[in-house]
């Protein structure tokens, strides 16, 4: 096995939280003034900050808030989740929280590339399917949810639900290649004699 991999992942079980909504954008997922913070530490404290709390810091009713959805790593969206403004924190802030997979309608593709890159994966499905997701689990906030990405398919009571990936994505997580910059950083001789040869580097 290549040095620098990340983790294989192939297969996210456990139970889910919905949050209902399309177009559900970064700045919503995670305020902008967390953005300045030098590292990706505490962003699991900050998922829909501004929607979970009021000015005072009481809490406000808000799914990531309730006790009955508490452990959950999948989270179940509608569509366009994750749109506007390019910021790989939201992805960082919602995986540090403890989702490890994202259920979709729809992505911002920007989002999607966020999310790869560390190792959360993104996978659609239908409208209809998402509807009769998020209604079971609203109905039994216990329910156990197994995303197979090798087979395709979300298992649980109600029965499988096909689910999209790119086969680039789905390829990456189960070989382990999501996490480029640690497979950079753990060859860097091979990195140095590919520079060597790049005359546009010369000097660098």
């Known amino acids: 096995m290549p040095d620098g991999l990340g983790s294989?992942?192939?297969?996210?079980?456990?139970?889910?939280?919905?949050?209902?909504?399309n177009d559900i954008d970064t700045d919503r997922i995670v305020p902008a003034r967390y953005l300045k913070e030098v590292t990706f530490d505490r962003m699991g404290e900050y998922p829909f900050f501004d929607e979970r709390f009021?000015?005072?810091?009481?809490?406000?009713?808000?799914?990531?808030n309730d006790p009955k959805y508490q452990g959950a790593?999948?989270?179940?969206?509608?569509?366009?989740?994750?749109?506007?403004?390019?910021?790989?924190?939201?992805?960082?802030?919602?995986?540090?929280?403890?989702?490890?997979?994202?259920?979709?309608?729809?992505f911002a593709a920007i989002f999607t590339g966020n999310s790869l890159a560390i190792g959360l994966p993104t996978v659609t499905v239908s409208?209809?399917?998402?509807?009769?997701?998020?209604a079971a689990v609203e109905a039994k906030p216990e329910l156990k949810l197994s995303l197979d990405l090798s087979e395709k398919c979300l298992v649980f009571d109600g029965g499988v639900i096909p689910v999209e990936v790119s086969e680039m994505?789905?390829?990456?997580?189960?070989?382990?290649?999501w996490d480029s910059t640690s497979t950079l950083a753990?060859?860097?001789?091979k990195v140095?004699?590919?520079?060597?040869?790049?005359?546009?580097?010369?000097?660098?």
């Open 8 to 21: 294989r992942i192939t297969e996210i079980s456990g139970t889910a939280l919905p949050i209902r909504g």
């Open 54 to 64: 009021d000015a005072n810091g009481n809490p406000r009713p808000h799914p990531f």
């Open 73 to 106: 790593s999948i989270l179940l969206a509608n569509a366009n989740f994750g749109s506007g403004s390019s910021r790989e924190h939201a992805p960082q802030a919602l995986y540090r929280f403890g989702i490890h997979a994202i259920v979709g309608e729809s």
């Open 127 to 134: 409208h209809d399917d998402m509807e009769r997701l998020m």
């Open 169 to 177: 994505a789905r390829k990456s997580l189960a070989e382990g290649y």
């Open 186 to 189: 753990a060859n860097m001789p």
């Open 192 to 204: 140095r004699q590919v520079a060597a040869r790049l005359p546009y580097l010369n000097g660098f």
